[in-house]
């Protein structure tokens, strides 16, 4: 096959070319009612606005890992690298093995985010359920996860972290999950007994534009802002280290999400 370039065509043949390629132009565009009408002859691909509107759950079924008729993905069964999260009737929580273990090993959260389309401006907020005793030992935290997204190997997005705990060392910390088992940043940390959360404490989370607000019972305890991903949906998260066996002893009674 014969090949050639611009660069092969000189003086008044180069000239001929341009001319012949500017008629063609102007024909096609006069006689195909497509352009001509401003019709684009193949789809954009564009982002999704993915409004996806408000999605409720007080977990009513018990199930291992959580799906709720597959609106769930979770961070084993989707992600490999992490765990499920589990559902008795009424009461979420995570499954992760805890103790003292190494890193990267030991932050394989629990995480279980919602499936579909959803726009890049959301607020999620959940009703704590806590049986545990302060402990500084044992760090056990439920987590909100905002514009994160989950695949195997891979997990992305925003966390908001709160310990289960009102001891002074008890704490709030914004996070970015930045894809493989144990690549996060943070990115704002506060201390303090006002930052843990105890039993019917409602936790709140939002991400409008590039800043994440967090509240406790209505009241703003940290923001920051981060700049990264631009889409994702929503979630929930649970860590334990430090001791064993102790998950059904702090996580959620209820949890909601919306984009609008």
């Not at 389309?117 to 500084?136: I, Y």
């Not at 997204?149 to 914004?174: D, I, W």
């Amino acid at each position: 096959m014969s090949q050639y370039s611009f660069m092969d065509v000189s003086g008044q043949k180069f000239k001929l070319v341009i001319v012949s390629a500017l008629v063609a132009l102007v024909i096609v565009v006069w006689f195909w009612p497509p352009l001509r009408e401003g019709v684009p002859m193949l789809p954009m691909a564009s982002a999704s606005t993915g409004i996806h509107g408000a999605y409720t759950t007080n977990f009513p079924h018990p199930e291992n890992p959580i799906s709720e008729g597959g609106k769930w993905l979770n961070g084993q069964s989707d992600g490999l690298d992490w765990t499920n999260v589990r559902t008795t009737p009424g009461f979420a929580f995570g499954t992760e093995l805890g103790g003292k273990r190494p890193e990267p090993e030991k932050y394989d959260d629990s995480a279980a985010l919602l499936t579909g389309a959803w726009g890049p401006n959301q607020t999620v907020q959940a009703t704590v359920h806590r049986v545990n005793k302060d402990d500084d030992t044992t760090y056990q935290e439920v987590e909100l996860r905002l514009r994160s997204a989950l695949a195997p190997h891979n997990s992305t997005g925003y966390e908001v972290m709160f310990r289960c705990s009102k001891s002074p060392k008890a704490y709030v910390q914004v996070a970015r999950w930045d894809g493989i088992l144990g690549a996060f940043m943070y990115l704002k940390q506060a201390e303090g007994s006002q930052y843990g959360v105890a039993d019917g404490d409602v936790v709140k989370a939002s991400m409008i534009g590039k800043v994440i607000t967090v509240y406790i019972n209505g009241v703003q305890v940290v923001q920051t802002s981060d700049y990264l991903f631009t889409g994702g949906n929503p979630g929930i998260g649970f860590y334990l280290d430090g001791t064993t066996g102790v998950n059904s002893q702090c996580g959620f009674s209820s949890f909601s999400a919306t984009d609008k």
